[in-house]
């Protein structure tokens, strides 16, 4: 990870996950990611926010890999479920469970405004758009395709709170039976 940029957006990305946006400070990102103050207004012009903006869609897309991962190749819609799981549990547990949403607990608990709203409401969209994609390969109609990622997405959020809450990434590894 040498470019500037993304390196800056990596590591913000990580606190935002751990703090929350407001938890976090410009000189706490400049400190993680190693970089002189300039580095970060030259490619984030708008400073926190841009940046927070570009670490959500470093983390969606990451996101966006997970899913394809976990269904390529899968035998069935419910084997796909759960390997996501798995490696979202995984994921937790290699954080200790001390980390958020990495994108909600960037942009959902940063500034009220249309930028963050639009950009979450897209993130989310193309997660489910995703996950729609391969439960219409395993032979959902696309009604019932979008039905099914959109319960797995909203009980994965939950999921993710509750496993939080409890210390628990096994909450995760629950969810297949609850949305299969």
Same mark, same amino acid.
């Given at each position: 990870?040498?470019?500037?940029?993304?390196?800056?957006?990596?590591?913000?990305?990580?606190?935002?996950?751990?703090?929350?946006?407001?938890?976090?400070?410009?000189?706490?990102?400049?400190?993680?990611?190693?970089?002189?103050?300039? #580095?970060?207004?030259?490619?984030?012009?708008? =400073?926190?926010?841009?940046?927070?903006?570009?670490?959500?869609?470093?983390?969606?897309?990451?996101?966006?890999? +997970?899913?394809?991962?976990?269904?390529?190749?899968?035998?069935?819609?419910?084997?796909?479920?759960?390997?996501?799981?798995?490696?979202?549990?995984?994921?937790?547990?290699?954080?200790?469970?001390? +980390?958020?949403?990495?994108? #909600?607990?960037?942009?959902?608990?940063?500034?009220?405004?249309?930028?963050?709203?639009?950009?979450?409401?897209?993130?989310?969209?193309?997660?489910?758009?995703?996950?729609?994609?391969?439960?219409? =390969?395993?032979?959902?109609?696309?009604?019932?395709?979008?039905?099914?990622?959109?319960?797995?997405?909203?009980?994965?959020?939950?999921?993710?709170?509750?496993?939080?809450?409890?210390?628990?990434?096994?909450?995760?590894?629950?969810?297949?039976?609850?949305?299969?």
């Amino acid at each position: 990870m040498n470019d500037t940029r993304t390196k800056l957006a990596v590591e913000a990305g990580f606190l935002f996950q751990q703090k929350g946006y407001h938890g976090v400070g410009i000189a706490e990102v400049l400190e993680r990611a190693g970089v002189p103050k300039g #580095s970060l207004y030259h490619h984030y012009p708008n =400073g926190k926010a841009d940046l927070a903006l570009a670490a959500a869609e470093i983390a969606a897309t990451e996101v966006l890999r +997970i899913i394809d991962a976990s269904f390529d190749g899968a035998r069935d819609y419910a084997y796909g479920v759960t390997t996501f799981c798995y490696k979202l549990a995984k994921y937790f547990d290699i954080h200790e469970g001390r +980390i958020g949403c990495p994108v #909600s607990a960037t942009l959902h608990g940063g500034p009220d405004n249309a930028a963050f709203r639009d950009a979450l409401s897209n993130i989310f969209a193309r997660w489910m758009g995703r996950i729609a994609h391969y439960a219409e =390969g395993f032979g959902q109609t696309p009604d019932a395709a979008a039905q099914s990622a959109k319960r797995l997405f909203l009980s994965l959020e939950g999921s993710w709170t509750l496993a939080r809450a409890r210390g628990d990434s096994n909450v995760i590894r629950q969810l297949p039976a609850l949305v299969c």
